[in-house]
């Protein structure tokens, strides 16, 4: 991957490439945790003012995606998701940083998120990101398989 061909940028979360990434991660979460568990943002709740939509694409190619929610207090990571193809090659932390540096940019002094106990692969990369455990936040229910995860912005 190189750097003159990689862009992550502000999309529509409506574009038939990036609709069928964001399917791919519902089958992805629907193997996992039951529907009861998945408290994904579908396209429309994507496209509302308070949310930014990041796709991350290699020669025209959409190979991740996520988003920045805002919140009362603090913005929450939503959707993040990097295709398997592109899988190794880092993108995650890229998308990552890119939503730190918009809230930053806002002035959001945290940042929020819910992921699944049997994702070890994106625990890690929060965790080396310093997010650390956090109580329930929002609308979520307690308890397993959520684990929640916060990160103070400088």
């Avoid at 964001?22 to 979460?29: H, P």
Wanted: charged residues 25%.
């Amino acid at each position: 991957m190189t750097e003159q061909t990689l862009t992550i940028a502000p999309e529509a979360p409506d574009q038939p490439d990036v609709v069928a990434m964001l399917r791919a991660s519902d089958a992805y979460m629907d193997g996992l945790y039951p529907p009861e568990n998945n408290y994904m943002l579908d396209v429309a709740d994507l496209m509302v003012p308070a949310v930014t939509f990041l796709v991350a694409r290699r020669d025209g190619v959409a190979l991740g995606c996520a988003a920045l929610a805002r919140r009362e207090g603090y913005a929450e990571i939503k959707r993040m998701w990097v295709t398997p193809d592109a899988r190794g090659l880092k993108l995650g932390r890229r998308l990552l940083n890119a939503l730190e540096e918009t809230a930053r940019s806002e002035a959001i002094s945290a940042l929020m998120l819910e992921a699944g106990d049997e994702q070890p692969e994106a625990l890690g990369l929060y965790h080396s990101a310093g997010y650390e455990i956090c109580p329930t936040f929002g609308d979520y229910p307690e308890g397993a398989p959520s684990v929640f995860m916060a990160k103070r912005l400088g």
